[in-house]
């Protein structure tokens, strides 16, 4: 329930906020859009010149910048339904009666993956992903497998990426769905299972419409940082070899910071902005109850 | 170029200085540094052996003026971005760490103030500088750009060979390859057995392919990146048998070579697993200390293999020069903390702590050659090299980025040699063109 | 609420308990092995760390953690990354907090929008603003201040605390409001003494993610604060690429960077997983 009160209250209320979210955010939107519309690059600060929206051409006609958006597409499609369909797992596992001590166990190590700093995931990754000192190729050696090169191979290293995705998310995948589980109200599940033995059927007719909230706020959560992922990709590949595991966030950087460009940094950020954007207000109006 | 009108214009200031010494012979460092005592220099440092060795030195240098150096130590990959970025917002770098293909960049950007400045002011020159004593080639190429000097060369590199002698005696080799058609034909298939490789060539994505893989392979076939009229030169014969060289060679390298930068290369050659590898001079102290390297006795070091066109070794390095965006005082004394790091009087001890200095000096010193074994190898490549094995112009950060991108792509077999050729060249050329060498408003220097 | 972990069914068939416990067990194992692993290496010298096969009993050495702490200054960017992430908490709860009451419980037009445009600040990626940021913070004089990086943490922090907190406050019943308001409370007094006390759960879960994000960020401060205000995941990166990549020390900052928050979030792992669900789920 909520009331109508004066206008000057509610800026009291508001106004701090949206002036500081204003000025950290909008500020600098705006002053990126103006620099997208010149050439800008920081080692040739002296041939600054308003090219319109010709970094805008260029990066629409640039088959690498749609590469790295179709990498993070995949990305997004490959490790996002492996962690949703290993953290219901995980949750219904966690959610059935008995070894107590154990599963109390196991949600606190599950709180650890997605705690951790994302530039730390990456040289983890490093350390242990390496072909010659690395402890995974030493598991596979001991199950007879040879020695997988996955810094060095474009596509083991893109598993690499995936792989250490799942693990730092399926996690946070398994205690939403924990959660969500727990709000399933007892004598409705208890009802359920003395009519039937299969979880199967529990899950399906009883547990998933709980599910569904969860679900929702999985998928916008992920969508939002697959397109962001920069950190672990940055300290692990740094988007190599190659290109192969060149994501958009590690394209823009490579413009910004490598080349300088940061009028054409500019505009792919703001041509991923209007995406992001785009997405966030799909998702929201599809599938989230908003304030009323 | 006009690196000989460099050369004489120093030879002749030299002079100038060597008549001027007499008057200042009073000149000290301690003297000269004391109206600067108290000042901070800030400074960016590598991890690599010559910064190492010049951190143990300069505890010497901060009690003897009072001058504290402040250095922040990044990896290459992020110098380049970290020192633009503080040149551009007016940070507080009092020096600039330059490495020759940043130097074009820097120099018109005007982020670097020119030597002579302070080798003209006797209170600031130190009299026994005597540029002459730098290597011409590397003291023009690490530290001058269109006639004039900015930097003095500090962490000096050429490409060398260093090799495994005892695997290459195994296998029925008395001495290294000659020529890199050797090193490919015959070394190449001996050496490459039992999970070891005959040679690893540097060729991640970054400086690393353009200048340790993909330059290295153009310059000893002949090819170049630019004709002289600054066109893409990478589709001549003579560029595509280099590039092609490259992927040929490529059977008797590990896999994931496209994932080496130098510590992967270097390690491979100290743990054993390859043979032969091209890095720079600098590496000599990594594969030689005990804790990190394996090779022990095993460790020999030649020039780089010859090339259809001679010898063409990798040149790479780093010269250090003021800051334009320090104030005065901070000039001054990031000049004096130049000087002697890279003095003569210093070279002996930057030599031995695990630095190449570029002294000619100091490697007049048979002993030297003794102690150090890969002495001979380095100055016969400081002889005759070519400046611009990476164009040393503005563009390059750009250029080198593209020439990155695609060379990788080259060598994973994404595109052919051919066309990747043509990509860069042609990409090359769009960014040339924009910044202006073809309507006559820049001069060709690279 | 969710958050106790509910047991519904006590007598269903009991199927294997062993074959559970070993899956719970590999769990277990898949989500700690990764920080064992950086732990030991971190006690390796570099000729342990680059043996092959990796050694597994070794004698272990703490000259790494001596070595990143006063040699290389990773402890004072932990400093760093400590007061920036407590800063820009405080400063997001403190405008949060408010803003979330006032869309919690006032009606006015426009308010769906606003809203929204807080939402979306956390699905923007760094990469879009970190360039013209650097620009104006130079021009500022904010480079390389701890400042700049709190007001750019705001960015995605400010949205959290909006979000989980809204959430929290409409979960408030009304009537409190009403009867305080019948006693003649104004809006800030029912604001400050009856409903953020109650919402205080749902304020420490936006703390607690505010922390964390802050404390993981990279992007911005490697892009902004290179020197002084330098933070500890930057830090982290300065040690990869140098000539040997030494992986002893660039495991001991890792764990030096991680075990803080994680000690963290295992103490607050009960507010953290119920954080999860509010908001995020409704």
Known sequence: MTTRVRASTIAAFLGPSVFALALVGIAPLLYGVWKSLHF?????????????????????????????????????????????????GIALLLHRPGLGALRALTRLALVLPMATTYAVVGLLAQVMFNIKY?????????????????????????????FWDVWQWTPFVALVMLASLSSVPPEIEEAARLETGRWWTILRHIQLPFLVPGLVAVLILRTAD??????????????????????????????????????????????????????????????????R | MKLRNCVSAFAFMALGLAAGSQAASAWSLEEAAKPYAGTTVDVVFLDRPGYNAAKEMLPEFESKTGIKVNITTLPYENALGEQVRDFVAQGDLDAALIDLVWIGNFAENGWIVPADTFTKDPKLADPDLDM?????????????????????????YSGLLFYNKCMLKDAGFDGPPETWADLKDKYGPALTKDGKFAFALQSKRNETQSADSFARMLWPFGGSFLTKDFKSNLNSPESQAGLNFR??????????????????????????????????????????????????????????????????????GFSLAVATQADDNEKAAAWLMIQWLTSKANAQTYLEKGGVPARQSVYQNADNAKRFTYIPALVESWQDGVPEFRPRFAEWPTITEIV?????????????????????????????QKAGYYDGKKPLAQ | MAGKFSRPNRHGPRKPVAAEAIVLCLICLFCVFPFYWMVTTSLKTQV???????????????????????????GASLINSLIVAVATTVLSIGLGCPAAYALARFEFRGKKDLWFWFITNRFVSPVVLVFPVFLIARQVGLRDTHLALVLMYITFCLPIVIWICTDQFRSIPYDLDEAASLEGAGHWRIFWSICLPLAMPGVAVSAIFSFIFSWNELLFAYILAPKAAKTAPAMAITFMEGYDVPYGKIMATATLIVVPVLIFAIIVSRHLVRGLTMGAVK
Request: charged share 15%.
């Open chain 2, 132 to 156: 002459n004593d730098f290597f011409p080639l590397v003291l023009n190429a690490f530290g001058g750009w269109n006639g004039t000097i900015y930097g003095l060369p500090f962490d000096n």
């Open chain 1, 134 to 162: 690395g402890v995974i190729n030493q598991f596979l050696g001991f199950a007879g497998i040879a020695p997988v090169n996955w810094i060095g191979d474009p596509v083991n290293a893109y598993i690499a990426v995936i």
């Open chain 2, 404 to 432: 990155q991108e695609w060379g990788s792509k080259m060598m994973l077999g994404e595109v052919s040699v051919e066309e990747g050729a043509k990509t860069i060249g042609a990409k090359m050329e769009e960014v040339l």
């Open chain 3, 48 to 74: 342990v760390a680059l043996q092959s096969p990796p050694a597994w009993i070794f004698t272990p050495t703490l000259a790494n953690y001596w070595e990143v702490l006063f040699e290389d200054r990773v």
């Open chain 1, 40 to 88: 800008f690059n920081l080692t040739k600060a002296n041939q600054q010149e308003f090219v319109g929206l010709a970094n805008y051409a260029t990066v629409l006609t640039d088959p690498v910048f749609w590469q790295s958006m179709y990498r993070t597409a995949v990305l997004f499609f490959v490790s996002v339904p492996t962690q949703i369909v290993l953290g219901v």
């Open chain 2, 247 to 316: 992927q040929d060679l490529m059977k008797y390298m590990p896999p994931g070579i496209v994932s080496y930068d130098h510590a992967e290369a270097v390690n491979a050659l100290a743990q054993g697993d390859v043979a032969m590898i091209t890095e720079w001079s600098a590496f000599y102290s990594t594969l030689t200390n005990k804790d990190t390297s394996k090779i022990g006795d095993c460790l020999a070091i030649a020039p780089e293999p010859k090339g259809p066109a001679g010898r063409k070794p990798a040149l790479g």
């Open chain 1, 226 to 291: 697959t397109l962001k992922l920069f950190d672990m990709v940055f300290t692990m590949t740094r988007g190599g070899p190659g290109s192969a595991t060149e994501f958009i966030a590690i394209l823009i950087e490579r413009t910004g910071n490598r080349q300088f460009d940061i009028g054409l940094a500019s505009a792919q950020a703001i041509i991923l902005l209007v995406l992001t954007v785009f997405l966030a207000r799909a998702y929201i109006r599809l599938f989230y109850r908003e304030v």
